[in-house]
C-alpha cells in the first residue's frame, strides 16, 4: 500500500514524512521522527503518557490520525525545555518529587502545560482536573499536584 | 496492518464512501476507530473522513439547539449557552479526551462510554444522518436500537429543544474514579412542567443495556404528576424495569440493577 506523505511542524520545526494510513501520530514520532519522549502506555486514550499539544491544544497522540496532522504544529515535552535549562515545570517536578518509574511524567508535564498555558494561576481543583486524564501509578498524584502548583506560583510558566 | 484513509471535502461524498464499503468507518475525533486500529481490529480496512464546516457548527441561538457531529466536548464547555450540557460533557474523560471526542462519535460508544448520548436521549434528540441514498432525520431512541446496522452512515448533526429551564434537566454520572472513570451507570432526564404537573418526562439510562436506553416505566410513574416524595418513590421504584445491564470490571450487572433506583431518587430529589 503506498505510504502517504505528511508535512507538520515538530516542536517549532517543519518535518517531511511517509506513513502507512492508519499510523497514528505516537508511531509517527517515535519511529519515524524520532521523538522518544511521548509514550506508548495503552493505546485506547485511558493513560495519557502520550499526551501531546496540538496546536496549543492537548491531544492523545495513540488515537490521533497521523494525516490529520498535515500542516499543524505539534509540540511534545523534547521542546519544552529552553536548551540546556529546563522549563519551569520540569524543575518542579524535579523539586517536588513528582517523579518515580517516569513513565506518566510524560503526559503529565504536557497536560499541565497545556492548563498552565491558558490559566498561569490554576487553583488545587484546576490541576486535578487538567491531569485527571493521565494515570500515575508511582506517585499518588499529590507530588504531581504540588509540582504544578510550584511551577504556577513561581510564576515561570511560560506561554 | 496499514489502512486506506480516504478525506473528502463535502458529507455527501463521505457518505457514499462509506455506504458502499462495509470495512470502512468513518473517523470523527478519533477515540473509537483508532482505538480499535491500535488493538488490530482487521474489520476496518477503509476509514473515511469529511473536513466540510458544516460538521463542527454549533447552533445554538434559538430554542432548537444544532450541534454538528464533529463538534467536541471541550467546544460545548466552550459555549455559554449550552451550559445545561457542561455536565455531561465535562463527565468525560480527561482534557484530551474532551478536546478529541466528539457528539457524533460518542453515539457509537459501547458501554461503559456514551455519557453524552444519555443527555442526548433525555432530550429526545433527532439524528442527521446521510446515507448512500440521502439524508433523513431519525428519532435518537430509533438510532440507537438499530446502532450496529448505521455504521454504514454518515452522522451530520443531532438536533434537540432546549430545556425549558435549568432545573428542567438533569444529569448524574455514577463513576468509582473521581474525576475521571467510565460509568457505572449514567442518568439523565428532562421534567418539563406545565403548571405544577411534569408534561413529556423523559428518563434515559447508561450502561443499563448494551445501548443508552430510556427508562419508560419511571417515566409512566413521572407524566402528569408533581415531582413530590410520592411521585419520586414510584419513579424510582420503576427505574430497573425493562433494563438488562451487564458485568464488567466497573460493576457487576446486579450492582447496576441495585443502584438505579438509588441514583434515580437523588437525580429527581435534586441531591448531590
Known amino acids: ?159 | 496492518m496499514p489502512v486506506t484513509v480516504k478525506t473528502f471535502t463535502n458529507t455527501h461524498d463521505a457518505a457514499a464512501a462509506l455506504s458502499s464499503d462495509r470495512s470502512a468507518r468513518y473517523l470523527g475525533g478519533g477515540t473509537l476507530v483508532m482505538r480499535a486500529l491500535n488493538e488490530g481490529d482487521i474489520s476496518i480496512s477503509t476509514v473515511v473522513r469529511a473536513s466540510d464546516q458544516a460538521m463542527t457548527r454549533i447552533d445554538a441561538s434559538g430554542s432548537r439547539i444544532t450541534l454538528g457531529a464533529g463538534v467536541t466536548f471541550a467546544r460545548i464547555l466552550a459555549e455559554r449557552d449550552l451550559a445545561f450540557l457542561h455536565g455531561p460533557a465535562r463527565s468525560i474523560g480527561g482534557p484530551a479526551v474532551r478536546n478529541m471526542g466528539t457528539v457524533g462519535g460518542n453515539l457509537f460508544a459501547p458501554v461503559p462510554y456514551g455519557d453524552f448520548t444519555v443527555a442526548m436521549l433525555a432530550l429526545d434528540a433527532m439524528v442527521s444522518v446521510q446515507g448512500g441514498l440521502g439524508g433523513r432525520e431519525i428519532p435518537i431512541d430509533e438510532f440507537l436500537q438499530s446502532r450496529d446496522r448505521q455504521t454504514g452512515v454518515l452522522v451530520l448533526a443531532i438536533s434537540f429543544a432546549k430545556p425549558g429551564s435549568a432545573d428542567a434537566f438533569r444529569y448524574r454520572k455514577i463513576a468509582r474514579i473521581k474525576p475521571k472513570g467510565g460509568a457505572v451507570i449514567t442518568l439523565a432526564a428532562h421534567l418539563p412542567v406545565n403548571g405544577s404537573r411534569i408534561v413529556g418526562a423523559r428518563v434515559a439510562l447508561g450502561s443499563m443495556a448494551p445501548t443508552p436506553i430510556r427508562a419508560r416505566a419511571a417515566e409512566r410513574a413521572l407524566e402528569g404528576r408533581a415531582l413530590d416524595a410520592s411521585t419520586i418513590s414510584a419513579a424510582a421504584t420503576a427505574a430497573v424495569e425493562g433494563t438488562s445491564p451487564g458485568d464488567n470490571a466497573l460493576a457487576s450487572a446486579w450492582y447496576r440493577r441495585e443502584i438505579v433506583g438509588v441514583h434515580l431518587r437523588r437525580l429527581l430529589s435534586g441531591q448531590e
Not at chain 1, 525545555?81 to 517536578?93: E, T, V
Not at chain 1, 504536557?110 to 494515570?135: C, F, H, T, Y
Open chain 1, 1 to 159: 500500500m503506498a505510504k502517504t506523505p505528511l508535512q507538520f511542524s515538530h516542536n517549532g520545526r517543519d518535518v517531511a514524512i511517509f506513513v502507512d494510513g492508519g499510523t497514528n501520530l505516537l508511531v509517527a514520532l517515535r519511529e519515524l521522527i524520532g521523538d522518544m519522549t511521548p509514550k506508548f502506555g495503552c493505546g485506547q486514550g485511558g493513560c495519557g503518557t502520550c499526551s501531546v499539544l496540538i496546536d496549543g491544544e492537548l491531544h492523545l497522540s495513540c488515537l490521533t490520525l497521523a494525516e490529520t496532522i498535515a500542516g499543524r504544529s505539534v509540540e511534545t515535552l523534547d521542546g519544552i525545555k529552553d536548551g540546556p535549562n529546563l522549563h519551569p515545570l520540569q524543575r518542579a517536578f524535579a523539586d517536588n518529587f513528582a517523579a518515580q518509574c517516569g513513565y506518566c511524567t510524560p503526559g503529565m508535564l504536557m497536560a499541565a502545560k497545556a492548563l498552565l498555558d491558558r490559566n498561569p494561576q490554576p487553583s488545587r481543583a484546576e490541576v486535578v482536573e487538567a491531569i485527571s486524564g493521565n494515570i500515575c501509578r508511582c506517585t499518588g498524584y499529590e507530588p504531581i499536584i504540588n509540582a504544578v502548583l510550584a511551577a504556577a506560583s513561581g510564576g515561570r510558566a511560560r506561554a
